[in-house]
């Protein structure tokens, strides 16, 4: 591919303002809107992120105390007395946050050894997010919105399921075959939106949401035909072979694998890739302004292809731990809320390999304890959710963070 | 980008909870203080308040006015009832399941119900590494173990009858029906319904036709979710424009879609009936009693709680518990508001047919029964 030619379409697409627009330029607007967004979501301070949490946690008690039953009939004589209102709801925050936190981390009440010791069910959960969420800083550091994880996974599982039910390997190099072909699906899929991007112009957002539907249907129509366990009339394919799963880490008792393992690994890579290598300094560069980026000679289009090829390799892994590590088998389900969970992951993270893998291991953690809230705290697991989206409103509107707590343009002040 | 939504609409129930119990709080907050004694309300049994009843539902979720609701009715009834202590958790997706379940392990749950096929191999992971519990599965009979109770319906049977009604009702000459996705739990209705629409047809001398679905190939009408809403809309409005004039939707929440088309199509001058499944639509989907015929009920509250209070009594036993019409398992539902749409000889024939069917005279074939 020479680059020239890959360059032209967004050579075009960067602002000519002088040759009057025979067809609209692609995204003249839309890309410096979205640069200066990324922009903004990368300045933010490790505080925002902090705070953020916190009030989004408190918001989430706030609901609980007001959705308890205990409140609620408490409050039925609150001028009578208004502390056995303000003890209900403390009771009930502090049962809710209790269970959560227990469930995340460990938990000395409980009857089994998986139940006791939750923060590896934190880490078996955080494994793909901690992937899927790198997949999203990654695009984001080059000024893209790849919204396409959910796709990107699911094909990567895809390709690992054929690799890993279909065919059969030697131990060892069997995993390794699941690990790459998983690799390579989302790298496919993520590539089409970049490659899309930089030769047409056409925005990623819109291209990768649209993958993502065409993702689960081709999944399901697989599973349906080629890819279906013969034993089954459901859509679900067969199970993997023994030789193609992420072994055990821990023993039978926990379900955590080595798939975390390998997500370390990826956060390492893309923190090298981003800070010490040439092709991250481009990214960044690119990132940062894409017209800048190309006066100083580099090739913007292959930023963008490439960086998606990356990106859907992420995703595709994240894929791969999911089948390989938990699920065992591929349903059109696999990815479930994998993919947008990654978007939340990687804005609480700010954008930093480092920084994403925390979040996604406090993902995890609400994923663990939520189920453990909602089990024994009878609170509805849709708090987390609740906690989840206020964390992202709270990142996205980091004017409405700075002025609860009167933060004055921290930017400014050296980031 | 649905269950999205899905959670922003529960979300904005979280809210409106919030303004309602503020807003009562000022309204009601005038009154007395209870005396401030600790014991609540005696416990029916000692052996009960140690009881931990527990239930996984699959995606569909506790309120998806189907199998995961009406289990769940039948579990809380079996709370109050029986004094037992009830745990729940929701799946909302297949990688749920199974921290579900072992987190019900770990909170000692001495029976966890398990909802549809889809929870199979979860529930059987999890009972083979807790034996000492016990684990009952809605809808699914492939797990043998000594401490899981398959809990199946052979759902043609009452199937059949709707059947019967719907052709014996039908002007057109004309019935549908759709499903969810090509698994045998939704064939078995419509296998059940296209029998009996043969069996009007052989013994009235008529020929009515089943739309969406041939018994023979095993092939038809499928939203190929349940989920997607406004698919069953879909698929309706199609029945409806083909001539059929009773629809059976089989597809959970999609049965509100295509009561959406019936009662749109009936606003245009059509005479389109409806034919719930699962639970009594009359009670559960009262907005379309105006156009509802019946339904074909599986009694899972009932299997439920029955199933829990021999756990209780230590009366639990490992073989398949199977709804047929003679044990009450599966029940065609009364014709509430549309009483008069069926004669009096369809009503004495039904009563017949139902008696065929117990005695075994009447034979209802579908590859989908539970063997």
Same mark, same amino acid.
Request: one cysteine or more; hydrophobic letters at 45%.
């Given at each position: 591919?020479?680059?020239?030619?890959?360059?032209?379409?967004?050579?075009?697409?960067?602002?000519?303002?002088?040759?009057?627009?025979?067809?609209?330029?692609?995204?003249?607007?839309?890309?410096?809107?979205?640069?200066?967004?990324?922009?903004? *979501?990368?300045?933010?301070?490790?505080?925002?992120?902090?705070?953020?949490?916190?009030?989004?946690?408190?918001?989430?008690?706030?609901?609980?105390?007001?959705?308890?039953?205990?409140?609620?009939?408490?409050?039925?004589?609150?001028?009578?007395?208004?502390?056995?209102?303000?003890?209900?709801?403390?009771?009930?925050?502090?049962?809710?946050?209790?269970?959560?936190?227990?469930?995340? #981390?460990?938990?000395?009440?409980?009857?089994?050894?998986?139940?006791?010791?939750?923060?590896?069910?934190?880490?078996?959960?955080?494994?793909?997010?901690?992937?899927?969420?790198?997949?999203?800083?990654?695009?984001?550091?080059?000024?893209?919105?790849?919204?396409?994880?959910?796709?990107?996974?699911?094909?990567?599982? #895809?390709?690992?399921?054929?690799?890993?039910?279909?065919?059969?390997?030697?131990?060892? *190099?069997?995993?390794?075959?699941?690990?790459?072909?998983?690799? *390579?699906?989302?790298?496919?899929?993520?590539?089409?939106?970049?490659?899309?991007?930089?030769?047409?112009?056409?925005?990623?957002?819109?291209?990768?949401?649209?993958?993502?539907?065409?993702?689960?249907?081709?999944?399901?129509?697989?599973?349906?035909?080629?890819?279906?366990?013969?034993?089954?009339?459901?859509?679900?394919?067969?199970?993997?072979?023994?030789?193609?799963?992420?072994?055990?880490?821990?023993?039978?008792?926990?379900?955590?694998?080595?798939?975390?393992?390998?997500?370390?690994?990826?956060?390492?890579?893309?923190?090298?890739?981003?800070?010490?290598?040439?092709?991250?300094?481009?990214?960044?560069?690119?990132?940062?302004?894409?017209?800048?980026?190309?006066?100083?000679?580099?090739?913007?289009?292959?930023?963008?292809?490439?960086?998606?090829?990356?990106?859907?390799?992420?995703?595709?892994?994240?894929?791969?731990?999911?089948?390989?590590?938990?699920?065992?088998?591929?349903?059109?389900?696999?990815?479930?809320?994998?993919?947008?969970?990654?978007?939340?992951?990687?804005?609480?993270?700010?954008?930093?390999?480092?920084?994403?893998?925390?979040?996604?291991?406090?993902?995890?953690?609400?994923?663990?304890?939520?189920?453990?809230?909602?089990?024994?705290?009878?609170?509805?697991?849709?708090?987390?959710?609740?906690?989840?989206?206020?964390?992202?409103?709270?990142?996205?509107?980091?004017?409405?963070?700075?002025?609860?707590?009167?933060?004055?343009?921290?930017?400014?002040?050296?980031? | 980008?649905?269950?999205?939504?899905?959670?922003?609409?529960?979300?904005?129930?979280?809210?409106?909870?919030?303004?309602?119990?503020?807003?009562?709080?000022?309204?009601?907050?005038?009154?007395?203080?209870?005396?401030?004694?600790?014991?609540?309300?005696?416990?029916?049994?000692?052996?009960?308040?140690?009881?931990?009843?527990?239930?996984?539902?699959?995606?569909?979720? @506790?309120?998806?006015?189907?199998?995961?609701?009406?289990?769940?009715?039948?579990?809380?009834?079996?709370?109050?009832?029986?004094?037992?202590?009830?745990?729940?958790?929701?799946?909302?997706?297949?990688?749920?399941?199974?921290?579900?379940?072992?987190?019900?392990?770990?909170?000692?749950?001495?029976?966890?119900?398990?909802?549809? @096929?889809?929870?199979?191999?979860?529930?059987?992971?999890?009972?083979?590494?807790?034996?000492?519990?016990?684990?009952?599965?809605?809808?699914?009979?492939?797990?043998?173990?000594?401490?899981?109770?398959?809990?199946?319906?052979?759902?043609?049977?009452?199937? @059949?009858?709707?059947?019967?009604?719907?052709?014996?009702?039908?002007?057109?000459?004309?019935?549908?029906?759709?499903?969810?996705?090509?698994?045998?739990?939704?064939?078995?209705?419509?296998?059940?319904?296209?029998?009996?629409?043969?069996?009007?047809?052989?013994?009235?001398?008529?020929?009515?036709?089943?739309?969406?679905?041939?018994?023979?190939?095993?092939?038809?009408?499928?939203?190929?979710?349940?989920?997607?809403?406004?698919?069953?809309?879909?698929?309706?409005?199609?029945?409806?424009?083909?001539?059929?004039?009773?629809?059976?939707?089989?597809?959970?929440?999609?049965?509100?879609?295509?009561?959406?088309?019936?009662?749109?199509?009936?606003?245009?001058?059509?005479?389109?009936?409806?034919?719930?499944?699962?639970?009594?639509?009359?009670?559960?989907?009262?907005?379309?009693?105006?156009?509802?015929?019946?339904?074909?009920?599986?009694?899972?509250?009932?299997?439920?709680?029955?199933?829990?209070?021999?756990?209780?009594?230590?009366?639990?036993?490992?073989?398949?518990?199977?709804?047929?019409?003679?044990?009450?398992?599966?029940?065609?539902?009364?014709?509430?508001?549309?009483?008069?749409?069926?004669?009096?000889?369809?009503?004495?024939?039904?009563?017949?047919?139902?008696?065929?069917?117990?005695?075994?005279?009447?034979?209802?074939?579908?590859?989908?029964?539970?063997?």
């Amino acid at each position: 591919m020479s680059g020239t030619e890959l360059n032209k379409p967004a050579e075009e697409s960067g602002a000519t303002p002088a040759t009057p627009a025979s067809k609209p330029a692609p995204e003249a607007g839309k890309e410096s809107n979205g640069t200066q967004l990324v922009r903004e *979501i990368m300045s933010g301070n490790a505080v925002i992120s902090v705070l953020a949490v916190v009030v989004a946690l408190v918001i989430g008690g706030i609901l609980i105390a007001f959705t308890d039953s205990r409140t609620t009939s408490a409050m039925g004589y609150f001028f009578g007395d208004p502390s056995a209102t303000f003890k209900a709801m403390w009771a009930a925050v502090s049962e809710a946050y209790g269970a959560l936190l227990r469930g995340a #981390t460990y938990d000395p009440g409980a009857r089994t050894w998986q139940g006791r010791l939750g923060i590896f069910e934190t880490l078996t959960f955080a494994t793909p997010l901690i992937l899927s969420g790198l997949a999203v800083t990654l695009a984001f550091r080059v000024g893209l919105f790849n919204i396409g994880a959910k796709g990107q996974i699911i094909l990567g599982a #895809t390709f690992a399921g054929v690799v890993g039910f279909l065919i059969e390997l030697p131990p060892g *190099i069997h995993l390794v075959a699941v690990v790459l072909a998983g690799a *390579i699906g989302g790298a496919l899929w993520g590539g089409i939106a970049g490659f899309l991007k930089a030769k047409t112009g056409a925005h990623e957002v819109i291209v990768t949401i649209m993958l993502n539907y065409i993702a689960v249907s081709l999944v399901l129509y697989l599973l349906k035909n080629q890819l279906r366990d013969p034993n089954s009339t459901n859509p679900i394919s067969p199970r993997m072979h023994e030789s193609a799963m992420f072994p055990l880490l821990l023993g039978p008792n926990y379900r955590l694998h080595w798939g975390l393992v390998v997500a370390v690994l990826a956060v390492v890579a893309v923190a090298w890739l981003l800070n010490r290598s040439t092709l991250g300094f481009e990214y960044r560069a690119i990132g940062e302004n894409p017209r800048a980026a190309r006066t100083a000679g580099m090739l913007v289009s292959r930023g963008y292809i490439t960086v998606m090829l990356f990106s859907g390799a992420l995703a595709g892994l994240a894929g791969v731990t999911q089948l390989a590590g938990t699920e065992k088998l591929l349903d059109s389900d696999i990815a479930g809320s994998i993919g947008f969970d990654a978007i939340t992951v990687a804005l609480l993270g700010r954008s930093r390999p480092w920084g994403t893998f925390f979040a996604a291991i406090l993902f995890g953690a609400f994923k663990a304890g939520g189920t453990s809230m909602a089990i024994n705290a009878d609170v509805s697991i849709d708090i987390v959710a609740v906690v989840q989206s206020l964390i992202v409103l709270f990142i996205a509107a980091p004017p409405l963070i700075r002025s609860i707590f009167r933060i004055k343009e921290l930017r400014h002040e050296g980031v | 980008m649905k269950n999205l939504l899905l959670n922003k609409v529960k979300r904005g129930a979280l809210v409106g909870t919030v303004t309602v119990s503020a807003m009562a709080m000022l309204l009601t907050g005038c009154g007395e203080a209870p005396p401030s004694s600790g014991s609540g309300d005696g416990t029916k049994n000692a052996a009960a308040a140690d009881y931990l009843g527990c239930i996984v539902s699959d995606s569909g979720g @506790f309120d998806d006015q189907s199998f995961n609701q009406s289990s769940y009715e039948g579990l809380k009834k079996a709370e109050a009832d029986l004094g037992i202590k009830v745990k729940e958790a929701q799946s909302g997706a297949t990688s749920d399941f199974a921290p579900n379940l072992s987190q019900m392990a770990s909170a000692g749950c001495n029976m966890t119900l398990t909802i549809g @096929f889809l929870l199979a191999e979860a529930t059987a992971t999890a009972a083979k590494e807790n034996p000492d519990l016990h684990y009952a599965i809605i809808d699914d009979n492939s797990i043998k173990a000594d401490n899981v109770k398959p809990v199946v319906y052979d759902t043609a049977q009452a199937a @059949f009858m709707a059947g019967y009604t719907a052709a014996a009702t039908s002007k057109t000459g004309k019935v549908g029906t759709f499903g969810g996705i090509n698994i045998p739990t939704v064939t078995i209705f419509m296998d059940g319904f296209a029998e009996g629409v043969k069996y009007f047809n052989e013994k009235q001398g008529k020929d009515v036709k089943v739309l969406g679905w041939d018994v023979a190939t095993q092939q038809g009408s499928f939203a190929n979710t349940f989920e997607i809403v406004q698919e069953g809309t879909k698929i309706s409005n199609n029945l409806i424009s083909e001539g059929a004039d009773v629809i059976m939707p089989v597809a959970g929440p999609l049965g509100k879609g295509a009561g959406d088309a019936v009662l749109a199509a009936n606003k245009g001058g059509k005479d389109v009936k409806l034919v719930w499944v699962d639970s009594d639509g009359y009670l559960t989907a009262p907005a379309y009693k105006s156009v509802l015929l019946t339904s074909v009920i599986k009694t899972m509250g009932e299997a439920v709680e029955t199933i829990v209070s021999d756990d209780l009594n230590g009366k639990f036993d490992p073989a398949p518990y199977v709804g047929t019409l003679e044990n009450g398992g599966v029940a065609l539902a009364p014709f509430h508001d549309l009483d008069a749409s069926v004669s009096a000889d369809t009503k004495t024939q039904l009563e017949e047919i139902k008696k065929g069917i117990i005695d075994g005279s009447i034979k209802v074939e579908s590859k989908s029964s539970p063997k």
